[in-house]
């Protein structure tokens, strides 16, 4: 950094806002994750507008081949010189002629790595480098980063060990065995690729630590401990006793770098156990944080923690965007950052000062046995919220008599009308918004023009039942609980079809067979390959229904491991036994906020379901997945919802312009891009979530 712009930096930090002009950004290159360099999810390309866009046709498609039950894409492409690149389901990346689809190179790290059925988790997104004629594909398989040539698609062997490096070293932890993948990914800065993790959800999760790479080597440049060391900042909101057991804090969501200041923009998740607390007391720094860190060194210059000791799964799930908005007269160079809990944070970039007051708030306490809650939680008094914020008696779902009557069952004795209950060692509590937002992974989109911020939102509600961990006699049970429990659920019922019942697994597996499934994992089911070989003979053991599994064996004997002491009794929508959720519609919502003032433009149900519209109710949303793109045209697109299409909407008004049918639903943020003179929007159509699983990347384009 030069003088004038460490100057001018050290100005903005005493002035509280920037008046100086904006870097210039190139707002028709869609090369990172989030479009744009600042994450906004803004194209400046005009040829696509409102009057037009009902015109748009499919201009190519390509298929992958390689779409398996219960399969996804998430990944939204970028392009590099007339170059798309993206994944597939089963994480080959590939590179396509943007203009055409057709297939340019294609790399299945597997014959590399091995293991050709192995669990690599999804994939968001791959990042790209240059210096000079050096240009480079990264991205992520199972617990492997990888770098390949971004022109011929061949592994760069100087990189790391061969052309790979392996995300569970170098960790600063005793231990290797985790459970590592990344599912979005990394953030350049200069020769650094600033990388975070997906991890377990359980006790045995590693630390969420951030880490940067040498792009050129592979080798680690430096760490950030998101569950500090003792003698760093933020130990002390921490049990000593157990805070070197404890795992996560974890970036999965993606980050966003001001590549001119050289901040890198970190939000974190929750610290395990999700739902219990009891081993962390206190407000568990840096979980749940919004990090703004030095991108050359990794040190800590402002943070923000949005959940103080999170015992609901609040974590944050999209990287932010970088804005530029005006306040009071002047303009200010600004982070947002949106939330689960349908909220949004901004701050001043360099100082991490509140655009808009945040306050400390007293909530309801916690009553679970071993459990010490926060006191406060801090709500911002702007942005107006982007979807309701509590689920109150009047909210049950009413369509017709036979459904709310299914859910007011379901909810008796349950607790809700209160956006803060903490989990109840007795009675289920109605958690609202839901695990899964809220807001979601697919971010928001900033139109720098206007300064408006578009996000898309789930608006269902769901439950957290506890139960006591009563299996401190029975080995297989507590097993299970803590690396299966919260998907399938205690009762190994699971949720069709997304997540499979587990019973009567004896009649489909061996113990071999079932080994190798943990072992390699498959769908959207991890590999367990990191817990040791008798754990899981004790799984397995209890999975084929052996009786006896275990339940001679005393888990506290194991002093290194940690069990909490209560569980959660599954992933749990509020829905009623047809699948209809269990609130009033709209379920799906989009959103405009004028982000100069914080209140809402306009905000509109987001997709439909079918068969309720032909009982006459419409205009009811749906459960979505993926983020919006808006354009200078006039126009914002989104793909997301389960109803497998994809539509455009005017950016001003909200109302719909356009809609297309997609061969299976786009469960991803879309790119925008031009070649050729052409603007393109492709959409990468993966399905699953629920919904039937596809292989394919659908372009759109005008006529000619």
């Given at each position: 950094?030069?003088?004038?712009?460490?100057l001018?930096?050290?100005?903005?930090?005493?002035t509280f806002?920037c008046?100086?002009?904006?870097?210039?950004?190139?707002?028709?290159?869609?090369?990172?994750?989030?479009?744009?360099?600042?994450?906004s999810?803004?194209?400046a390309?005009?040829?696509i507008?409102?009057?037009?866009?009902?015109?748009?046709?499919v201009?190519?498609?390509?298929?992958?081949?390689?779409?398996?039950?219960?399969?996804?894409?998430?990944?939204q492409?970028?392009?590099?010189?007339?170059?798309l690149?993206?994944?597939?389901?089963?994480?080959?990346v590939?590179?396509?002629?943007?203009?055409?689809g057709?297939?340019?190179?294609?790399?299945?790290?597997?014959?590399?790595?091995?293991?050709?059925?192995?669990?690599?988790g999804?994939?968001?997104?791959?990042?790209?480098?240059?210096?000079g004629?050096?240009?480079?594909?990264?991205?992520?398989a199972?617990?492997?980063?990888?770098?390949?040539?971004?022109?011929?698609?061949?592994?760069?062997?100087?990189?790391?060990?061969?052309g790979?490096?392996?995300?569970r070293?170098?960790?600063?932890?005793d231990?290797?065995?985790?459970?590592?993948v990344s599912?979005?990914?990394?953030?350049?800065f200069?020769?650094?690729?600033?990388?975070?993790?997906?991890?377990?959800?359980?006790?045995?999760?590693?630390?969420?630590?951030?880490?940067a790479?040498?792009?050129?080597t592979?080798?680690?440049?430096?760490?950030?401990?998101?569950?500090?060391h003792?003698?760093?900042?933020g130990?002390e909101?921490?049990?000593?006793?157990?805070?070197?057991?404890?795992?996560?804090a974890?970036?999965?969501?993606?980050?966003?770098?001001?590549?001119?200041?050289g901040?890198?923009?970190?939000?974190?998740?929750?610290?395990?156990?999700?739902?219990?607390?009891?081993?962390?007391?206190?407000?568990?720094?840096?979980?749940?944080?919004?990090?703004?860190?030095?991108?050359?060194?990794?040190?800590?210059?402002?943070?923000?923690?949005?959940?103080h000791?999170?015992?609901?799964?609040?974590?944050?799930?999209?990287?932010?965007?970088?804005?530029?908005?005006?306040?009071?007269?002047?303009?200010?160079?600004a982070?947002?950052?949106?939330?689960?809990?349908?909220?949004?944070?901004?701050?001043?970039?360099?100082?991490?000062?509140p655009?808009?007051?945040?306050?400390?708030?007293?909530?309801?306490?916690?009553?679970m046995?071993?459990?010490?809650?926060?006191?406060?939680?801090?709500?911002?008094?702007?942005?107006?919220?982007?979807?309701?914020?509590?689920?109150?008696?009047k909210?049950?779902?009413?369509?017709?008599?036979?459904?709310e009557?299914?859910?007011?069952?379901?909810?008796?004795?349950?607790?809700?009308?209160?956006?803060?209950?903490p989990?109840?060692?007795?009675?289920?509590?109605?958690?609202?918004?839901?695990?899964?937002?809220g807001?979601?992974?697919?971010?928001?989109?900033?139109?720098?023009?206007?300064?408006?911020?578009?996000?898309?939102?789930?608006?269902?509600?769901?439950?957290?039942?506890?139960?006591?961990n009563?299996?401190?006699?029975?080995?297989?049970?507590?097993?299970?609980?803590?690396y299966?429990?919260?998907?399938?659920?205690?009762?190994?019922k699971g949720?069709?079809?997304?997540?499979?019942?587990?019973?009567?697994?004896?009649?489909?597996?061996?113990?071999?067979?079932?080994?190798?499934?943990?072992?390699?994992?498959?769908?959207?089911m991890?590999?367990?390959?990191?817990?040791?070989?008798?754990?899981?003979g004790?799984l397995?053991?209890?999975?084929?229904?052996?009786?006896?599994?275990?339940?001679?064996?005393?888990?506290?004997?194991?002093s290194?491991?940690?069990?909490?002491?209560?569980?959660?009794?599954?992933?749990?929508?509020?829905?009623?036994?047809?699948?209809?959720?269990?609130?009033?519609?709209?379920?799906?919502?989009?959103?405009?906020?004028?982000?100069?003032?914080?209140?809402?433009?306009?905000?509109?149900?987001?997709?439909?379901?079918?068969?309720?519209?032909?009982?006459?109710?419409?205009?009811?949303?749906?459960?979505?997945?993926?983020?919006?793109?808006?354009?200078?045209?006039?126009?914002?697109?989104?793909a997301?919802?389960?109803?497998?299409?994809?539509?455009?909407?005017?950016?001003?008004?909200?109302?719909l312009?356009?809609?297309?049918?997609?061969?299976?639903?786009?469960?991803?943020?879309?790119a925008?891009?031009?070649?050729?003179?052409?603007?393109?929007?492709v959409?990468?159509?993966?399905?699953?979530?629920?919904?039937?699983?596809?292989?394919?990347?659908?372009?759109?384009?005008?006529?000619?």
């Open positions: 950094m030069n003088f004038r712009k460490i001018f930096s050290a100005v903005c930090l005493l806002s008046t100086e002009k904006a870097p210039e950004i190139d707002y028709t290159d869609w090369s990172y994750y989030g479009g744009p360099e600042d994450g999810r803004y194209s390309l005009t040829q507008t409102k009057d037009n866009v009902s015109q748009l046709q201009a190519w498609t390509y298929h992958t081949g390689d779409a398996t039950e219960r399969s996804q894409i998430q990944c492409p970028i392009v590099v010189d007339g170059l690149y993206g994944t597939t389901p089963k994480l080959n590939f590179a396509l002629d943007a203009a055409t057709a297939e340019v190179w294609r790399f299945d790290p597997f014959q590399v790595l091995g293991g050709e059925n192995s669990w690599a999804t994939n968001r997104g791959v990042t790209f480098w240059e210096e004629e050096d240009k480079r594909i990264l991205f992520t199972g617990n492997w980063l990888m770098a390949l040539n971004a022109q011929t698609g061949e592994p760069i062997l100087s990189f790391g060990d061969q790979k490096v392996d995300l070293k170098d960790l600063d932890t231990l290797e065995d985790f459970l590592i599912n979005s990914p990394g953030v350049v200069e020769d650094k690729l600033i990388m975070g993790m997906r991890l377990s959800e359980g006790l045995d999760a590693a630390p969420g630590n951030i880490r790479y040498n792009i050129k592979g080798k680690r440049e430096w760490i950030f401990h998101t569950i500090p003792e003698g760093e900042e130990y909101t921490w049990d000593p006793k157990y805070i070197r057991q404890i795992g996560a974890n970036n999965w969501a993606g980050m966003t770098v001001d590549q001119s200041r901040i890198v923009f970190v939000p974190t998740g929750s610290a395990t156990y999700d739902f219990w607390g009891g081993y962390r007391t206190g407000d568990n720094l840096y979980a749940n944080s919004l990090l703004a860190l030095n991108a050359h060194t990794g040190k800590r210059i402002w943070h923000f923690q949005a959940v000791h999170d015992v609901w799964d609040r974590d944050f799930p999209a990287n932010p965007n970088l804005i530029r908005i005006q306040k009071d007269g002047k303009w200010i160079d982070v947002a950052q949106i939330s689960k809990q349908g909220m949004t944070y901004v701050f001043v970039r360099e100082t991490g000062k655009i808009w007051p945040i306050q400390e708030t007293p909530v309801t306490q916690s009553v046995p071993g459990e010490v809650s926060s006191k406060t939680q801090p709500i911002p008094t702007l942005p107006e919220p982007f979807m309701n914020m509590v689920f109150e008696e909210d049950i779902l009413n369509l017709t008599p036979e459904w009557s299914d859910i007011r069952t379901q909810l008796e004795g349950a607790i809700l009308g209160d956006t803060w209950a989990p109840h060692p007795e009675k289920p509590i109605v958690l609202f918004p839901g695990m899964d937002g807001g979601e992974w697919g971010g928001a989109s900033f139109d720098p023009q206007t300064q408006t911020l578009y996000v898309n939102a789930n608006q269902i509600p769901w439950l957290i039942d506890m139960t006591p009563a299996s401190f006699g029975n080995v297989g049970l507590s097993i299970y609980s803590n299966c429990g919260n998907c399938h659920g205690l009762d190994r949720n069709p079809p997304a997540l499979p019942s587990l019973l009567g697994l004896k009649e489909k597996y061996s113990a071999d067979s079932l080994d190798q499934l943990l072992r390699k994992g498959r769908g959207a991890p590999a367990f390959s990191h817990i040791s070989a008798e754990e899981r004790i397995i053991d209890y999975l084929l229904g052996k009786a006896d599994a275990g339940d001679k064996k005393e888990l506290e004997a194991e290194s491991k940690l069990y909490p002491r209560y569980y959660m009794k599954g992933y749990q929508r509020l829905t009623t036994k047809e699948g209809i959720y269990g609130s009033n519609p709209p379920w799906g919502l989009l959103t405009a906020i004028d982000m100069n003032t914080g209140f809402r433009k306009w905000q509109i149900p987001l997709g439909s379901i079918d068969s309720l519209k032909t009982m006459g109710f419409e205009n009811t949303g749906i459960e979505n997945y993926g983020g919006p793109v808006v354009t200078a045209g006039g126009v914002l697109f989104i997301a919802t389960k109803d497998e299409k994809i539509r455009a909407f005017d950016k001003e008004t909200g109302q312009l356009w809609e297309a049918q997609l061969p299976a639903a786009g469960h991803a943020t879309p925008v891009y031009e070649k050729g003179g052409k603007q393109f929007l959409i990468a159509c993966g399905g699953g979530k629920g919904t039937k699983s596809g292989d394919a990347y659908v372009a759109f384009a005008l006529p000619d």
